[in-house]
């Protein structure tokens, strides 16, 4: 049984970091695409960061050079640290995992994703 587990969220000021984790289990996480994906209150899910089967990682433009997409083979677990934090990235995250190997060219839809965690809270004050 596939599961997502994410922990790490909280609150933060304008320009902190925090680091969210998501913990699978019932498969190896290293051989799939894995993503982030976050929601904030009246908006549509929008996608974050993934990372494939081989380490290559493509970032939302919104997040790109703050953002950093990581994943832990022995552990099993997919990591967002997240730097120079601002209000905007306020939102719930998830984490997701989508098809073998690579990432599909529309990462950023969810659909394409099959497996989603419960989401952490992301809350960034200014």
């Known amino acids: 049984q596939v599961q997502l587990v994410e922990s790490g969220g909280g609150s933060v000021q304008s320009g902190g970091s925090l680091r969210v984790s998501c913990a699978a289990s019932?498969?190896?996480?290293?051989?799939?695409?894995m993503g982030w994906f976050r929601q904030a209150p009246g908006k549509e899910r929008e996608g974050v960061a993934v990372?494939?089967?081989?380490?290559?990682?493509t970032y939302a433009d919104s997040v790109k050079g703050r953002f950093t997409i990581s994943r832990d083979g022995a552990k099993n677990t997919l990591y967002l640290q997240m730097n120079s934090l601002k209000p905007e990235d306020t939102a719930m995250y998830y984490c997701?995992?989508?098809?073998?190997?690579?990432?599909?060219?529309?990462?950023?839809?969810?659909?394409?994703?099959?497996?989603w965690g419960q989401g952490t809270q992301v809350t960034v004050s200014s």
């Open positions: 990372i494939d089967m081989y380490g290559k990682t």
């Open positions: 997701a995992r989508g098809p073998w190997g690579y990432c599909p060219g529309s990462w950023s839809r969810p659909r394409d994703f099959g497996y």
């Open positions: 019932g498969y190896i996480s290293g051989s799939y695409c």
